[in-house]
């Protein structure tokens, strides 16, 4: 029998393992947002943000406004990276182009069917609809 407070506490019972995959282990992830002023600029951030709040041991987040360093450093401690885009302008992937660097995983938020309209355009049901694909990604 195992001292108590010497169980994982990341996991549920009955729950599988998000952190498994085929080679054992599941690479955490970056989730580099185009962080813009259009509503799905926003939503990019406000989605990896909330993601990487809910689930701070699997993904981080890092605005592409502020450049890459973040992703410089995620990629030295193993991190798979996820370029977030928020429509067809694709500032996220122009800032890791600019640097010379690659994204493992491309999403674009407009391909999700959410309609890039004025700034304000910020639903919730949007933000959780990237963050389910942002999962299976």
């Known amino acids: 029998m195992k001292p108590a407070g010497t169980e994982p506490t990341d996991s549920l019972p009955g729950k599988p393992d998000e952190t498994e995959k085929i080679s ?16 799905t600029g926003k939503l990019t951030m406000q989605a990896a943000s909330a993601l990487a709040f809910r ?3 699997l993904y981080r987040a890092a605005a592409a406004h502020k450049g890459v360093d973040a992703v410089e450093d995620a990629l030295s401690d193993g991190f798979k990276i996820l370029a977030l885009d928020g429509c067809t302008d694709r500032c996220a992937t122009k800032k890791l182009d600019e640097a010379g660097l690659k994204a493992d995983v491309y999403l674009m938020v407009t391909e999700l069917g959410i309609e890039k309209t004025k700034p304000s355009d910020l639903k919730p049901e949007y933000i959780e609809k990237i963050i389910r694909v942002i999962k299976d990604s």
Request: proline fraction near 5%; glycine fraction near 10%.
């Open 24 to 39: 054992g282990k599941r690479k955490n992830t970056l989730i580099f947002a185009c962080s813009g002023l259009s509503n």
């Open 55 to 57: 689930r701070p041991d």
